[in-house]
């Protein structure tokens, strides 16, 4: 989704543009450009394609500017082109912006400025913004300091929709406006310069001070300092953020890719994930969360919401929930949820897992849930993030930034932390559970049985290679095999474009084993010593009906012999898709470099996804 990196400083701003357009390439763009104040005015220079494209642009060698805003676009409001490009400027070329949102009344806005003269070069929502702000600053008869920053706040009041704004003007030439609603803003700052971007890694290596801003809070940037106003001009206090991301962390470290650097790494994210929260001696405590035993014993429902993978770490760890906190426990799609009036009030804890933290769909449904009296817990890996800042209580994975589309090491460690959450509630309500003490042990040992199965990857890489050209594979399990195998076809299908689909194995007779033909393949997961048996009579009648099969299994498999046999290290079945679906995210990768596809970067796919 579209990407914003902003400068202010004494340096050169183009190359600092440059490298951040650059490290938010992840994020998936069709088109990029960049806006400086130099000696004569703002230019623009902006371009289809990637941003090696823009930086072929000739005009790009005369920026000289120290100050300057940039942008990476993923198209919504017309299509990919140098004119739908950011940023976008009134036809005076008075304003500059970059915009990432969607303004909803764009229509309604574009025909208010044409009746007052304004025109229109492209096809966007974004170019009404530096119009209607040129609009207002036109028929504003005070001229002082605070010209610039009062049309934009009457801009701003007139848009409906989401917007992150970067804004450079000829009549405030040596500073810059930025505000944001509903999309992620960040400000770094460093000594006598200010950074700004969408997301934190891309400004990892300059700074690890950051302003994070509240909806409709603006900011006047300067380069020594950062202003932050409210909408009647009220100032408004901050403090900096210590956003302790190692920025290396941020880079490939020698890996092909990020996708096989964040699968490698999650042994040690889940460490930091388990960080004190679990010791040793059994002690189990969550860090700023203080959730009473008469509160959660008054609850009569836990819901789970998320998107994707963040979905499927809720469906991974809803059992853990009702096993051991014997409160009923749903899961929902954030975009099912939003618009279904579910059933919720005060004796409901709604848990919003988002890597991201600002995915749209979550942070609506965050919203309604708390509109409805219910209490709610953001599990975020992001410091600091949209839901983080709504929600009444956070956790964080702390897994470090992940930074391929396809999610990995988040996934693992939103699986830790809400194993660890349903122990901690547990305890709160002081159920007693043979169960967990075992279960602290065994979480415990998942980093370094993580690494055990990290060493299999030959024998996966080998059977990748074997079916990359298929068209369909399937993925089948049981219980919490079933949760793992429905994210285990995600990743797949996302990276190898092949079609692929997840079916709880008990299911299949009642419809989807007509699909089942000679050579197709089928992947099964089996952890649970209790279903082993009923997956293994499934898994031959796919096996009776010509598939071939790839089963991952910490299981003794007895006299059933199987051709592909992953075997991962035993755990309590429960927390078992940390270890079932590291081999699966390995597979998913191999199949897509086989495929020669770019991992990182799967189309159509937007890392962070802040429109609905
Ligand atoms: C898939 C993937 C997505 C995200 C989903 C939610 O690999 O990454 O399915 O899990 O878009 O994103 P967050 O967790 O940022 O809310």
């Not at 010209?147 to 701003?156: D, E, G, T």
């Not at 679990?278 to 860090?287: H, K």
């Not at 209580?393 to 702390?398: E, Q």
């Not at 990768?589 to 799967?602: A, F, N, Q």
Request: charged share 25%; hydrophobic share 40%.
């Amino acid at each position: 989704m579209c990407g914003i990196v902003g400068y202010i400083g004494n340096k050169k701003a183009k190359p600092i543009l440059i490298n951040g357009l650059l490290r938010l390439e992840y994020r998936g763009y069709d088109s990029a450009g960049v806006a400086t104040v130099e000696k004569n005015g703002i230019t623009v220079v902006k371009s289809k394609g990637r941003v090696a494209a823009l930086e072929s642009v000739k005009a790009i060698d005369s920026l000289e500017g120290t100050i300057g805003i940039a942008h990476t676009r993923w198209a919504t409001h017309g299509k990919p082109s140098d004119e739908n490009s950011h940023p976008h400027t009134d036809g005076k070329k008075n304003f500059a912006v970059v915009h990432n949102g969607v303004i909803e009344n764009y229509n309604e806005l574009r025909e208010f400025l044409g009746k007052n003269g304004y025109s229109f070069y492209s096809e966007t929502d974004t170019e009404v913004i530096p119009n209607l702000i040129d609009y207002y600053y036109q028929k504003d008869s005070k001229d002082d300091d605070k010209k610039v920053l009062r049309a934009v706040i009457s801009a701003c009041s007139d848009l409906n929709g989401s917007f992150a704004l970067e804004i450079i003007s000829t009549f405030l030439p040596e500073k810059m406006i930025v505000v944001r609603k509903d999309s992620p803003l960040v400000i770094g700052r460093a000594n006598g310069e200010n950074y700004i971007s969408s997301d934190i890694p891309a400004i990892l290596s300059y700074t690890k001070d950051f302003y994070l801003l509240n909806d409709l809070e603006y900011v006047v940037l300067s380069r020594d300092k950062a202003e932050f106003y409210d909408k009647n001009l009220n100032v408004i206090k901050k403090d900096v953020v210590n956003i302790d991301w190692n920025a290396s962390a941020a880079e490939k470290d020698g890996y092909a890719d990020f996708m096989l650097k964040e699968i490698h790494e999650q042994p040690k994210s889940i460490r930091e994930t388990i960080g004190s929260r679990l010791t040793s001696d059994g002690i189990c405590s969550i860090e700023s969360l203080e959730l009473s035993k008469e509160y959660l014993s008054s609850l009569n429902k836990i819901y789970i919401v998320a998107c994707g993978t963040a979905m499927h770490a809720g469906l991974a760890t809803k059992p853990l929930f009702e096993k051991l906190c014997h409160i009923q426990t749903e899961v929902d799609i954030a975009s099912e949820f939003r618009y279904r009036d579910p059933l919720i009030d005060e004796k409901t804890l709604v848990i919003f897992i988002s890597q991201s933290g600002e995915t749209a769909d979550t942070i609506a449904a965050l919203k309604l849930s708390k509109e409805k009296g219910a209490k709610t817990l953001a599990v975020s890996n992001v410091i600091g993030s949209s839901i983080t800042r709504e929600a009444d209580y956070t956790v964080y994975t702390h897994a470090g930034p992940e930074i391929a589309v396809a999610s990995t090491k988040a996934y693992t460690s939103q699986v830790v932390l809400m194993s660890i959450l349903a122990i901690y509630f547990a305890e709160v309500l002081e159920i007693n559970s043979d169960l967990i003490p075992d279960l602290k042990k065994a979480i415990l040992k998942l980093p370094s049985q993580v690494e055990e199965v990290l060493k299999i990857d030959s024998m996966i890489k080998a059977f990748a290679k074997k079916v990359y050209t298929e068209k369909d594979i399937f993925f089948l399990g049981r219980g919490i095999d079933y949760a793992a195998a429905m994210e285990s076809s995600l990743k797949l299908k996302e990276i190898s474009y092949i079609h692929s689909d997840a079916y709880a194995a008990g299911e299949l007779k009642h419809g989807s084993i007509a699909l089942i033909e000679k050579g197709i393949t089928v992947v099964s997961i089996m952890t649970d010593p209790a279903l082993t048996p009923k997956t293994i009579s499934n898994l031959q009648e796919v096996i009776t009906r010509g598939a071939k099969t790839l089963v991952v299994t910490n299981q003794d498999l007895g006299d059933k012999v199987f051709d592909n046999v992953v075997k991962i290290p035993e755990t309590i079945s429960l927390i078992s898709p940390v270890l079932s679906v590291v081999p699966l995210q390995l597979f998913a990768y191999h199949i897509s470099k086989e495929k020669g596809l770019d991992v990182d970067k799967p189309r159509n796919l937007a890392k962070s996804v802040t429109v609905e």
